[in-house]
């Protein structure tokens, strides 16, 4: 149930980009995004939902392939601040319950 | 404004003692509430979930349970702690259908010794 991601961590310049792959072998009904700094709680970024929608906000957007059951999160012009572990949240069937993929640690460096 | 609460922050337990964390929310009614626990470097694993009061679904039986009391409280128990139950243990909580955001607790770390 647990979803796939890919890389398991990245090294970034400030300025770079980032492609970060989400994949789940069942129907997803949403995506959730979320980054955590170390030793603090997840904090959410955003929600794709089923229909292959894609979101952004600043330089942060995401698509979800609903076919492809697949989901990514594209960070552009990478800062400072971008720094920490990315997990996808992964939703079945609509019932509240999210399996998480077992996260992406970024690092980006000056 | 909605606020989730969690304690203690910190707990270290000898191994065989039982367990108890709290999670409260505020500003909101009939949550969704989740608890995770995440290993050390690792993601998050979903331990328990719960659409109402005494409505509760498990994802790993093990040695834990957990229980919803009141509308914005909900409890993780043991009888008897496991080494391989430390881990940082997060309370989330959400409204209505899945596709609404999870807002995470500030997170009990506990270490079994």
């Known amino acids: 149930q647990q979803p796939v991601q890919s890389p398991q961590a990245v090294i970034l310049r400030e300025g770079e980009d980032a492609v970060i792959n989400c994949s789940s072998s069942?129907?997803?009904?949403?995506v959730h995004w979320y980054r955590q700094k170390h030793g603090e709680a997840p904090v959410f970024l955003m929600i794709l939902l089923k229909g292959g929608e894609q979101k952004g906000h600043d330089k942060i957007s995401a698509s979800f392939n609903e076919k492809k059951q697949q989901s990514s999160l594209y960070l552009t012009a990478s800062q400072l601040s971008y720094s920490g572990t990315y997990f996808c949240?992964?939703?079945?069937?609509?019932?509240?319950?999210?399996?998480f993929g077992s996260g992406t640690k970024l690092n980006v460096k000056p | 404004s909605q606020t989730i609460h969690q304690w203690p922050a910190t707990l270290v337990q000898p191994v065989g003692s039982p367990l108890s964390l709290e999670c409260t929310v505020e500003g909101t009614s009939n949550p969704n509430l989740y608890w995770y626990r995440q290993a050390a470097g690792r993601g998050l694993q979903l331990l328990f979930y719960?659409?109402?009061?005494?409505?509760i679904s498990s994802e790993v039986p093990q040695n834990l349970s957990a229980s919803r009391p009141q509308d914005r409280q909900f409890i993780l128990s043991s009888k008897k702690l496991l080494l391989s139950d430390s881990g940082f243990y997060l309370c989330?909580?959400?409204?209505?259908?899945?596709?609404?955001?999870?807002?995470f607790g500030p997170g009990t770390r506990l270490t079994v010794l």
């Open positions: 069942k129907a997803l009904y949403s």
């Open positions: 719960s659409v109402g009061i005494g409505q």
């Open positions: 989330a909580w959400s409204v209505g259908e899945g596709y609404n955001e999870q807002f």
């Open positions: 949240g992964t939703e079945i069937n609509n019932f509240n319950k999210f399996y």
